[in-house]
């Protein structure tokens, strides 16, 4: 089980919310697709991440956007990133889901701390 500490709370924050140079250039620290709205990606972790203060069970079904190539964005920052120690994505059913290791306290704390230090995705945080 990943260690649920507020220093991995706060990569992820910074992931999500500390964008010096922009959406485009984060989702390319971790992936070579070209989005045509790179804060798609950003802004679907996000809610997904801070709704399960309500609902630690959730997963996000994302085969609306399966086609586009800001799912596949998604896909690899999941995939290159700490998000990977909390959240999987199944490129085959297009499910956002949080890790089975990742507990639900864990995700709890982990929502509240997002809600905790953010606005809207990409303006800043703490």
Do not use: W
Request: charged share 25%; aromatic share 8%; hydrophobic share 45%.
């Amino acid at each position: 089980m990943m260690n649920a500490s507020p220093k991995h709370f706060q990569e992820i924050v910074d992931l999500l919310l500390k964008l010096p140079n922009g959406f485009n250039a984060r989702i390319l620290e971790y992936s070579d697709v070209r989005c045509k709205d790179a804060s798609i990606p950003l802004h679907l972790i996000h809610s997904f991440l801070v709704d399960a203060h309500e609902d630690p069970l959730s997963e996000k079904d994302l085969s609306a956007f399966r086609e586009m190539p800001e799912f596949q964005a998604l896909v690899d920052v999941v995939a290159g990133s700490v998000l990977g120690n909390v959240l999987t994505v199944d490129s085959s059913t297009a499910l956002l889901k949080f890790r089975d290791d990742f507990g639900h306290d864990d995700r709890f704390a982990l929502a509240m701390y997002l809600l905790s230090r953010t606005g809207a995705v990409g303006q800043g945080g703490n």
